[in-house]
């Protein structure tokens, strides 16, 4: 499991990380049920052969879509038809292959584990920095102003009460649908190579990458570019090329950015804030887990296949290194277990009414009052 004790951030330049309040009973009872779960059923919380069979589909698909965009297709409906397919795809590697890889939830094999994580790198982000942006910062530190790095939109948004607001953000709820289309750009040609420079992510300073994950990084970025860029131009003028990377890239941006803000910026998320005087938390790390996250769509397999569990949000914040494709099993235990030590469990009942919480959460966060 990853806690605040498991991370550890370069001192040098970095506000003081929160401290959460001392574990409970709750914590301990979860987690005996968690583990007896998988020894009376004799799952695997890892290594799984339907995990290894949904990679192998999800990459097929990412595959066929990609020639077929770049070296078959001859009309323009077809050229948008496969290029839909291929951000599609690439966002089902993002929220499945290389999540799990991530966190170390797809196989109990170190170097399985960083090559499923690598495959953020051939869909053109970095695997190195999301493991800082998103599994050091956000996954320990959710919803926390200043100390959630998932939750910093800089000037673009107003996600979280705490933070400034700007005159436009009045038209947040409007515009913003259409930034998140500019976030897997932003990380392909700009984002990544800032962090490498500043080694800034999320107001935190981190070790930049050396020796493998140095050529890691490199290697990467030159296999993408390569990808989708130099293959395509060979074969399509350059502002056709242009032109169908912008449309991946925007499916890719506006399918990720959206199932991740379902999760944390919704009207039932809490966004607390560490004591002044103590800098501690008013609640221990897994009950703040689940106060600051939300569950949708649960009785939806369909969605939980495409989207890696992350309808599950609450049972992934609590159990990041257990594969997703056990989320629906161990979100009865979450809830029940959450029932008896009245703890709130969130949830939306539809993908829907996920999209409507973020909305009116954006649309209330637009008017500079709300605090």
Known sequence: MITPASVSFPAGGSPERPKFAPTTGFQAELRRRVEEFFVRTGRNPRDNASMYVKTAVIMTVFVLSYVALVFFVSAWWQAVAAALLLGGAAGLIGFNVQHDGSHLAYSDRPWMNKLMAMSMDLIGA?????????????????????????????????????????????????????????????????????DLITRDVGGQQVPRPRGKELAIFIGGKALFFTIAFVVPMMMHTWWHVLLFYALVAGVIGVVLSVVFQLAHCVEEAEFPLPDAATNRMEDNWMVHQINTTVNFARRSTLLCWLLGGLNFQVEHHLFPRICHVHYPELSKIVESTCREFGIRYNEHKTLWAGLVSHYRWLRRLSQPTVN
Do not use: C, E
């Open 126 to 194: 970095s695997s190195y920095f999301w493991h800082w942006k998103h599994v050091a910062s956000h996954h320990i530190y959710v919803n926390i102003t200043d100390h959630d790095a998932d939750v910093d939109l800089g000037v673009f948004a107003r996600v979280t009460p705490h933070q400034k607001h700007y005159f436009f953000h009045r038209l947040q709820h409007f515009y913003l649908w259409a930034l998140y289309g500019f976030m897997t750009i932003r990380w392909h040609l700009y984002g990544d190579f800032r």
